[in-house]
T-cell receptor, first 114, second 113 residues
């Protein structure tokens, strides 16, 4: 399954570093999502983009900055993160952003903040 | 707002046993319901979904789920599990007015051969 790819797969960063996560979908979808999956917690929706426009910011701290240059690419820029931000970050895409849409997930980026 | 509760964190079964994973949600309006599955080393993928109509929906690999509106439940079932069903299962809800997909905590299913 290579419909949604994410790089890097693993990332270790210090609290003063700046890094970016990349997501690319090859499905021709118009909506893309960032989720955070922490240990023993449900997936938390972070951001939603539809036709490159951000339609949802789920009260995410400003140290996470998304970017969607086109419908196929989604980035998550990280700066001055905290150890509690260590988690699996999942990207997903769907044809549209409606409530019946099936979301297709990438493999995730495992992030460790030291 | 909406929330999803999956009662079992880890279920362990032997092959051929029957499976039922619980999922309850809280949301006052119309909902769309999903079960996603993540096999070891693979991506999250859709198992089945319910929007309307027959409350018993069938998905891939012999799974089915029943929507019981009065109980706010959408339990996942399979009559006879296989070793290859070992995975983590996530229930998810999207309220039609809320518009965002909310996931439960997930249930890890381990099937022993």
């Amino acid at each position: 399954e290579t419909g949604v790819t994410q790089t890097p797969r693993h990332l270790v960063m210090g609290m003063t570093n700046k890094k970016s996560l990349k997501c690319e979908q090859h499905l021709g979808h118009n909506a893309m999502y960032w989720y955070k999956q922490s240990a023993k917690k449900p997936l938390e929706l972070m951001f939603v983009y539809n036709f490159k426009e951000q339609t949802e910011n789920n009260s995410v701290p400003s140290r996470f900055s998304p970017e969607c240059p086109n419908s196929s690419h989604l980035f998550l820029h990280l700066h001055t993160l905290q150890p509690e931000d260590s988690a699996l970050y999942l990207c997903a895409s769907s044809q549209g952003s409606g409530t019946k849409e099936t979301q297709y997930f990438g493999p995730g980026t495992r992030l460790l903040v030291l | 707002a909406q929330s999803v509760s999956q009662h079992n964190h880890h279920v362990i079964l032997s092959e051929a046993a029957s499976l039922e994973l619980g999922c309850n949600y809280s949301y006052g309006g119309t909902v769309n319901l999903f079960w996603y599955v993540q096999y070891p080393g693979q991506h999250l993928q859709l198992l089945l979904k319910y929007f309307s109509g027959d409350p018993l929906v069938k998905g891939i690999k012999g799974f089915e789920a029943e929507f019981i509106k009065s109980k706010f439940s959408f339990n996942l079932r399979k009559p006879s599990v296989q070793w290859s069903d070992t995975a983590e299962y996530f229930c998810a809800v999207c309220g039609t007015s809320y518009g965002k997909l909310t996931f439960g905590q997930g249930t890890i299913l381990t099937v022993h051969p």
